[in-house]
């Protein structure tokens, strides 16, 4: 029977199937695996089961290992140097689909808290500051019938602009590398990032985390956007370069933030953490019991496919 590891607690189901097949080891602990535990992973088992914040890199990979699958449990696998895993002779697989719907609704989420103040307001009242209704408290932003922008019109960025187009009437405008079409909702592809940025009242980044996105909204990109405007980050921390998204709300060249995730995940800025005009959330995407379920069964039925002597389904 080969030896898993799976790295973080997941639920009984998906732990229980796993161990149908495999010898399991589960890790108790909720951490990133450290650079030592990163080494006996891949000598001491023959397959593991990471998560977001386990370091595979390409130096951690040199070598011959014992391990000859990274089944990823998240769609995201910027953790893992894929490249660098090839070369070694490890396989990596994902779990893209399971999350889609959970993490567009998360986006949602943000964007309604965001614009409509909601994380402010609830901070006043758990305050005791709340002194009644008035007619001019809290004004936020009226989303319905606004121009959503999309970055990265995948699997995810579809479900937001469906939810967006048809629960708000907003007007979807969006940016792709390569063309999108036959779209199930109406939407305009622009030409380039910064005439999105430039024509949304919201933006949201759906856009996975890779060398080529890395902070790929920056000074420059915040500058495109309209004061009005706000950010919503669902995707991956460092697709934002955290200290120009400081420095532009601070000196009001948008109007808010909704971020889910954060550059260097779990530390999120003290600057972000006193503004009033952002909404802050736990990295909450697929925060949904069947959802982690169905994550962590597609997890293991990459391995089992593997160790089967088939491709794996979601192999990266």
């Not at 019109?153 to 967006?164: C, E, L, S, T």
Request: net charge negative; proline share 6%.
């Amino acid at each position: 029977m080969s030896k898993l590891l799976i790295t973080r607690p997941l639920p009984d189901r998906v732990v229980a199937a796993a161990q149908e097949t495999f010898d399991v080891a589960l890790r108790p602990q909720n951490t990133p695996l450290s650079p030592a535990e990163i080494a006996e992973a891949l000598s001491g088992y023959d397959a593991v089961l990471p998560t977001l914040g386990d370091q595979f890199t390409a130096e951690a990979l040199q070598g011959a290992h014992r391990c000859r699958i990274l089944a990823n449990f998240g769609v995201g696998f910027n953790h893992i140097d894929a490249q660098a895993a090839r070369a070694a002779g490890v396989v990596v697989t994902n779990t893209p689909g399971a999350v889609t719907d959970a993490t567009a609704d998360i986006a949602m989420t943000l964007m309604l808290m965001t614009c409509r103040r909601a994380g402010e307001g609830e901070r006043m009242v758990r305050a005791g500051a709340w002194e009644g209704w008035h007619p001019t408290q809290l004004l936020g932003m009226h989303v319905t019938g606004k121009r959503i922008g999309i970055v990265g019109m995948g699997r995810i960025g579809k479900a937001i602009a469906q939810r967006a187009q048809a629960g708000f009437g907003m007007e979807v405008v969006f940016y792709n590398r390569s063309p999108v079409t036959d779209l199930p909702f109406p939407a305009r592809q622009l030409p380039d990032l910064a005439s999105v940025l430039a024509a949304a009242d919201v933006v949201v980044l759906a856009v996975p985390a890779t060398p080529q996105t890395h902070h790929l909204i920056d000074a420059a990109a915040l500058s495109a956007m309209s004061k009005h405007a706000f950010l919503i980050n669902i995707a991956r921390g460092d697709v934002v370069d955290e200290a120009a998204l400081i420095d532009a709300l601070q000196h009001g060249a948008i109007a808010g933030a909704g971020l889910d995730v954060y550059e260097l995940e779990p530390k999120v800025p003290a600057a972000l953490v006193a503004m009033e005009n952002v909404t802050l959330l736990p990295h909450l995407g697929t925060s949904a019991l069947e959802v982690r379920e169905q994550m962590g069964m597609m997890a293991v039925d990459n391995l089992k496919a593997f160790f089967a002597g088939q491709t794996p389904p979601n192999r990266v």
